[in-house]
């Protein structure tokens, strides 16, 4: 297969955690986490969830517990997940023990919006480092604490970094610094703002994310922007993109950006032109159907699907696979070489037959 590219360096030297048996910063790999969107208390329903997502290949899910039903199904839903899952906790402290007494593999806390937080931070410090269960302080724009607000007038950088550096002291009192960090916000600058001034100021891993990024074009646009610029300074060690869409296609989102980011390693990639008034074949058309005829494919593949000889020859022969159309028909390329020419109408069955040979051998070799 073809040189995909080298990695971001990262620069930043972080503490690590583990949630679960995944770790999370001191130069483990960038980890995909997303959330579900069942009641928590539906123990089928968000098993069901949860099996999707890591079919996707999510490596961590959270869960929301806003009621004391949701916190009686995590013990289930923690046992039976075959990933990490972590409680999401606003509001009552209480259920950030009942997260931990049920074996869940982290506890994401608010500290703006949980009811006497700061009273409770040496018992659940006690409890987490007890059963070895990390901590990420989640500070959101949305629900910053209302002390910071009246500081600063609004939820800027600055505020969203003093309250995450803040609740961490508070744990370093006790002894406990099994924390990761996330600082989110709607829009992508103050995000990275945060994030950046966050990382010069601590050694813990950070969780980022652009909250209520919107849907799903308008988030991804946000997220990618966001996170390529931080991941390619080395800031970030998981990420969660947030959309008004499937969490499968969170998941697509997030894996879609580490991939092009040379942060893991790409699976199928397709390269194909946009059209344009010298196609003489259906490039929109020819795409999407091999995108779908090899989704899943097990191996790294790269497929040019051009659409005129002016690119097409070109990407075609630097890509695993490729075809450069024009007059009806598609010279298929093959590891840099013409194979064949076939006509339209079979050229996604013979680069789909030819990813099966090429899956094949390396198989066997």
């Given at each position: ?188 600058l103050t995000m990275i703002s945060a994030y950046r001034q966050l990382a010069q100021r ?18 991804t646009i946000k997220s990618a922007v966001a996170f390529g610029v931080l991941l390619s ?122 990813a099966m040979r090429l899956a094949e051998e390396s198989d066997q070799g």
């Open positions: 297969m073809v040189d995909l590219g080298m990695p971001v360096k990262r620069a930043r030297v972080t503490r690590q955690v583990m949630v679960g048996d995944v770790p999370v910063g001191g130069g483990a790999p960038v980890s995909v986490q997303s959330m579900t969107t069942t009641v928590t208390a539906d123990v089928d329903a968000t098993l069901q969830q949860i099996a999707e997502l890591t079919a996707a290949g999510c490596q961590i899910v959270r869960v929301a517990v806003p009621s004391q039903d949701d916190a009686d199904a995590l013990p289930e839903i923690a046992r039976k997940s075959k990933i990490p899952v972590i409680a999401d906790i606003h509001f009552q402290p209480k259920y950030v023990f009942a997260a931990i007494d049920a074996g869940c593999a982290a506890v994401r806390v608010n500290p703006g919006n949980i009811k006497k937080f700061d009273d409770k931070v040496g018992e659940i410090a006690k409890a987490a480092g007890e059963a070895g269960v990390p901590i990420r302080i989640g500070v959101n724009a949305g629900s910053l604490d209302p002390r910071l607000l009246q500081k600063y007038g609004k939820a800027t950088p600055e505020a969203l970094v003093e309250s995450a550096l803040w609740e961490c002291s508070l744990f370093e009192e006790h002894g406990f610094r099994d924390i990761k960090i996330s600082v989110k916000h709607h829009d992508p601590c050694d813990y891993p950070l969780h980022l994310g652009v909250t209520e990024a919107g849907p799903l074009m308008q988030g300074e080395g800031v970030g060690e998981t990420i969660r993109v947030s959309l008004s869409a499937p969490p499968v296609e969170e998941v697509k989102v997030g894996i879609g950006i580490l991939e092009s980011l040379g942060l893991r390693q790409r699976r199928l990639e397709i390269v194909s032109c946009p059209s344009c008034g010298r196609a003489q074949v259906d490039v929109y058309r020819l795409a999407e159907e091999v995108e779908a005829g090899l989704d899943g494919f097990p191996f790294p593949l790269r497929v040019a699907v051009m659409g005129c000889v002016v690119n097409g020859p070109g990407e075609a022969r630097e890509a695993d696979l490729g075809v450069a159309s024009g007059n009806g028909k598609g010279q298929i390329f093959v590891k840099g070489e013409v194979v064949r020419t076939v006509p339209e109408s079979q050229i996604v069955e013979t680069l789909i037959e030819e």
